[in-house]
C-alpha cells in the first residue's frame, strides 16, 4: 500500500464533517458563538494598524516642535521605523512561541507588551527635560511596541486561521481577512482621525498633548481585548497537529518540504509591505507638498481620507478571496495597482496642483493594494502551510514584510533624493513608478508560483504533511497533545508491524 493510499481519510475533524463536541471554544457551541474566537484572535492586528500609522502624524508635529532636535536629525527616521525592527523580533520570536508553547500565550504575552509600552510612549521623557533624551526614550519604547505587534502575526494570526475553519465553507476567507487585514486598515484609519479631533480639541498650541494622548491611546484596544483571550481555548486544529511534544522537531524535513513556497510568500509579503507601509507613514509628508498653504488642520483632515480609501478594498477584497480564491484576488489588485500607480506617475505634475484629484486617485492606488495583497497575503501565509509549524512559517513571512517595510521607509527618502528631492517633480514621481514595477513582479509571482487554496486547505494541507513525514520515517504519534492514536492521526493506516511499532512508541512516551 502507497503511502498516498494508507494516508486516504476515513474520519478526519474537518469543519465540513465535524461534530459539535469537537468544537473547542465554547461549552455552548451555538454558531454565533464561533464567531468570537476569531474576533478575540484576529482583532489584535487593529493596534498594529493604529500604532504603525498613528506614527506619521506624531512625526509631523514632532518635527513642527522640535525641528532642530528632530527634524534635522536621526530621530525623524528612528522614531518612524524602529518600530518595524521589533516587530521583525517579535514575528520570529512569538514563532517559536506560537508552535512550541500555545497560540494562546504567545497572545497573552504581546497584548502585555502592547498595553505597557503604549502607556511609557504617550510618557516619554528625557533626563532633566532633555529633548534628545525624550526621543531616545521614545525610540527604545517603539522598538518594544514592535516586539508586541509581531507577536500578533504568528500567534492571533494563525489562531484566527484556525478559528475560522469551524466556520462552514463559502466564508472562511473572508472572516479570516475581515478580523485581521480589515482590522489593520480600520487601525488606519482610526489612528488618522484621532490626531485630528485631538488637534480640534487641543489647537495648535498644545501639540504636545496631541502626539502624546495619540500614542497613549493605542493601549485601549490590546486592553479590551485581553479578557477575551485570557477565556481562549486552543484550537482543535493545533492540539491534534502541535509539536511541542515531540522528543525533536524534524526541521532539515519541514526545510525540504516548505522551502520554496516559504520563499515566494516572503517574498509577494516584502514587496507589498515596502511599498504600503511606506506610503502609510508618508502620507501626511506628501500631503504637505499638495496642500499649498501648509495647513496641519487640512493635512490631518485630508489623510484621514487617504486612509478611509483602505476600507472599501479591504472589505471587496475578502469577498472576492471567497469567490475567485486568494491567489487570483492578489494578482488582479496589484496589476489593477500597477496601471493607476504608473497613471499617477504620469500626471503627478498635474494631479498636485488638484487637492481632489490626487486624493481619489492615490486613494485607488491604495485601495487596490489592499484588495490584493493586503487582504491575501497573510491568508495564503497561513493557509499553505501544516497547522504544526504555522506558527513560525507564518512568522517568517510576515518578518520578511516587515522588513519589506522597515527597508522602505529608508530607501523610499533615497529614491526621492536621488530623483530630484521632494519638492521636485521627478522626486514626487519616483516612488510610484517604483512601487508600480513591483507590482507587475508580484503579479506574476502570484498567478505561477502559489498554490491553489480551497476551502478546505487547512485540513488537506496537515493531512498532505502527516503523510510526508510518516513517508520519511518520521513517527507521527509525536504529534498532538498526546490524546491521538495512530489511528486518529492517519486514518486507514494498516496496522503492520512497523505501525504497531509507532503506537508503543506513543505509549511509551
Same mark, same amino acid.
Given at each position: 500500500?502507497?503511502?498516498?493510499?494508507?494516508?486516504?481519510?476515513?474520519?478526519?475533524?474537518?469543519?465540513?464533517?465535524?461534530?459539535?463536541?469537537?468544537?473547542?471554544?465554547?461549552?455552548?457551541?451555538?454558531?454565533?458563538?464561533?464567531?468570537?474566537?476569531?474576533?478575540?484572535?484576529?482583532?489584535?492586528?487593529?493596534?498594529?494598524?493604529?500604532?504603525?500609522?498613528?506614527?506619521?502624524?506624531?512625526?509631523?508635529? +514632532?518635527?513642527?516642535?522640535?525641528?532642530?532636535?528632530?527634524?534635522?536629525?536621526?530621530?525623524?527616521?528612528?522614531?518612524?521605523?524602529?518600530?518595524?525592527?521589533?516587530?521583525?523580533?517579535?514575528?520570529?520570536?512569538?514563532?517559536?512561541?506560537?508552535?512550541?508553547?500555545?497560540?494562546?500565550?504567545?497572545?497573552?504575552?504581546?497584548?502585555?507588551?502592547?498595553?505597557?509600552?503604549?502607556?511609557?510612549?504617550?510618557?516619554?521623557?528625557?533626563?532633566?527635560?532633555?529633548?534628545?533624551?525624550?526621543?531616545?526614550?521614545?525610540?527604545? #519604547?517603539?522598538?518594544?511596541?514592535?516586539?508586541?505587534?509581531?507577536?500578533?502575526?504568528?500567534?492571533?494570526?494563525?489562531?484566527?486561521?484556525?478559528?475560522?475553519?469551524?466556520?462552514?465553507?463559502?466564508?472562511?476567507?473572508?472572516?479570516?481577512?475581515?478580523?485581521?487585514?480589515?482590522?489593520?486598515?480600520?487601525?488606519?484609519?482610526?489612528?488618522?482621525? /484621532?490626531?485630528?479631533?485631538?488637534?480640534?480639541?487641543?489647537?495648535?498650541?498644545?501639540?504636545?498633548?496631541?502626539?502624546?494622548?495619540?500614542?497613549?491611546?493605542?493601549?485601549?484596544?490590546?486592553?479590551? +481585548?485581553? #479578557?477575551?483571550?485570557?477565556?481562549?481555548?486552543?484550537?482543535?486544529?493545533?492540539?491534534?497537529?502541535?509539536?511541542?511534544?515531540?522528543?525533536?522537531?524534524?526541521? +532539515?524535513?519541514?526545510?525540504?518540504?516548505?522551502?520554496?513556497?516559504?520563499?515566494?510568500?516572503?517574498?509577494?509579503?516584502?514587496?507589498?509591505?515596502?511599498?504600503?507601509?511606506?506610503?502609510?507613514?508618508?502620507?501626511?509628508?506628501?500631503?504637505?507638498?499638495?496642500?499649498?498653504?501648509?495647513?496641519?488642520? =487640512?493635512?490631518?483632515?485630508?489623510?484621514?481620507?487617504?486612509?478611509?480609501?483602505?476600507?472599501?478594498?479591504?472589505?471587496?477584497?475578502?469577498?472576492?478571496?471567497?469567490?475567485?480564491?486568494?491567489?487570483?484576488?492578489?494578482?488582479?489588485?496589484?496589476?489593477?495597482?500597477?496601471?493607476? &500607480?504608473?497613471?499617477?506617475?504620469? +500626471? #503627478?505634475?498635474?494631479?498636485?496642483?488638484?487637492?481632489?484629484?490626487? /486624493? /481619489?486617485?492615490?486613494?485607488?492606488?491604495?485601495?487596490?493594494?489592499?484588495?490584493?495583497?493586503?487582504?491575501?497575503?497573510?491568508?495564503?501565509?497561513?493557509?499553505?502551510?501544516?497547522?504544526?509549524?504555522?506558527?513560525?512559517?507564518?512568522?517568517?513571512?510576515?518578518?520578511?514584510?516587515?522588513?519589506?517595510?522597515?527597508?522602505?521607509? #529608508?530607501?523610499?527618502?533615497?529614491?526621492?533624493?536621488?530623483?530630484?528631492?521632494?519638492?521636485?517633480?521627478? &522626486?514626487?514621481?519616483?516612488?510610484?513608478?517604483?512601487?508600480?514595477?513591483?507590482?507587475?513582479?508580484?503579479?506574476?509571482?502570484?498567478?505561477?508560483?502559489?498554490? =491553489?487554496?480551497?476551502?478546505?486547505?487547512?485540513?488537506?494541507?496537515?493531512?498532505?504533511?502527516?503523510?510526508?513525514?510518516?513517508?520519511? &520515517?518520521?513517527?507521527?504519534?509525536?504529534?498532538?497533545?498526546?490524546?491521538?492514536?495512530?489511528?486518529?492521526?492517519?486514518?486507514?493506516?494498516?496496522?503492520?508491524?512497523?505501525?504497531?511499532?509507532?503506537?508503543?512508541?506513543?505509549?511509551?512516551?
Amino acid at each position: 500500500m502507497s503511502a498516498t493510499e494508507e494516508f486516504e481519510p476515513r474520519k478526519i475533524d474537518s469543519i465540513n464533517g465535524a461534530s459539535e463536541e469537537a468544537v473547542p471554544y465554547t461549552e455552548h457551541p451555538p454558531k454565533k458563538g464561533k464567531f468570537w474566537p476569531i474576533f478575540a484572535t484576529g482583532a489584535g492586528l487593529f493596534s498594529d494598524g493604529y500604532l504603525n500609522n498613528v506614527i506619521g502624524s506624531v512625526n509631523t508635529i +514632532l518635527k513642527i516642535l522640535y525641528p532642530t532636535q528632530y527634524a534635522d536629525s536621526p530621530a525623524t527616521r528612528n522614531v518612524s521605523s524602529i518600530a518595524f525592527a521589533g516587530t521583525v523580533v517579535g514575528q520570529l520570536s512569538f514563532g517559536y512561541i506560537s508552535d512550541h508553547y500555545s497560540r494562546k500565550l504567545g497572545m497573552l504575552v504581546s497584548t502585555s507588551i502592547l498595553i505597557l509600552f503604549s502607556i511609557l510612549c504617550s510618557g516619554s521623557w528625557g533626563a532633566g527635560g532633555s529633548i534628545p533624551g525624550m526621543l531616545a526614550a521614545l525610540t527604545a #519604547y517603539r522598538f518594544f511596541i514592535g516586539v508586541g505587534i509581531g507577536g500578533e502575526y504568528p500567534a492571533g494570526s494563525v489562531a484566527c486561521a484556525e478559528a475560522s475553519n469551524e466556520l462552514k465553507s463559502g466564508q472562511r476567507n473572508r472572516m479570516f481577512v475581515f478580523f485581521t487585514n480589515f482590522m489593520i486598515d480600520f487601525g488606519f484609519v482610526i489612528s488618522a482621525f /484621532v490626531p485630528l479631533v485631538l488637534l480640534w480639541i487641543c489647537s495648535e498650541n498644545h501639540l504636545g498633548t496631541v502626539w502624546r494622548v495619540s500614542l497613549g491611546l493605542g493601549a485601549i484596544p490590546p486592553m479590551s +481585548l485581553f #479578557y477575551l483571550r485570557l477565556k481562549f481555548k486552543e484550537p482543535e486544529q493545533f492540539r491534534k497537529n502541535t509539536m511541542r511534544n515531540a522528543k525533536s522537531v524534524p526541521y +532539515l524535513l519541514i526545510l525540504r518540504f516548505y522551502w520554496f513556497r516559504l520563499i515566494i510568500v516572503s517574498l509577494i509579503w516584502f514587496i507589498y509591505d515596502f511599498s504600503a507601509y511606506s506610503f502609510s507613514l508618508y502620507s501626511t509628508t506628501i500631503l504637505e507638498h499638495v496642500i499649498p498653504d501648509g495647513s496641519l488642520y =487640512k493635512s490631518f483632515g485630508w489623510n484621514v481620507v487617504l486612509n478611509l480609501f483602505y476600507l472599501p478594498g479591504s472589505f471587496l477584497g475578502a469577498f472576492s478571496s471567497d469567490l475567485i480564491g486568494p491567489r487570483y484576488t492578489l494578482a488582479i489588485g496589484v496589476t489593477l495597482q500597477a496601471i493607476v &500607480g504608473y497613471i499617477m506617475a504620469a +500626471l #503627478y505634475g498635474h494631479l498636485q496642483n488638484h487637492i481632489a484629484g490626487f /486624493v /481619489v486617485i492615490y486613494g485607488i492606488f491604495q485601495t487596490l493594494g489592499e484588495f490584493g495583497p493586503g487582504d491575501c497575503i497573510g491568508l495564503i501565509a497561513s493557509k499553505t502551510c501544516a497547522t504544526s509549524v504555522r506558527g513560525q512559517y507564518y512568522g517568517i513571512a510576515a518578518a520578511t514584510g516587515k522588513i519589506g517595510a522597515f527597508v522602505g521607509t #529608508y530607501v523610499f527618502p533615497v529614491i526621492i533624493s536621488n530623483a530630484g528631492g521632494d519638492d521636485t517633480l521627478k &522626486g514626487n514621481q519616483a516612488p510610484f513608478w517604483v512601487s508600480s514595477s513591483l507590482c507587475v513582479f508580484s503579479a506574476l509571482l502570484a498567478i505561477f508560483l502559489l498554490p =491553489k487554496i480551497s476551502q478546505d486547505c487547512i485540513d488537506e494541507e496537515d493531512e498532505r504533511f502527516r503523510e510526508y513525514l510518516y513517508s520519511e &520515517g518520521w513517527d507521527v504519534t509525536q504529534l498532538g497533545d498526546g490524546n491521538l492514536s495512530m489511528d486518529e492521526l492517519v486514518p486507514n493506516v494498516e496496522l503492520t508491524g512497523e505501525t504497531l511499532d509507532y503506537e508503543k512508541k506513543g505509549e511509551a512516551n
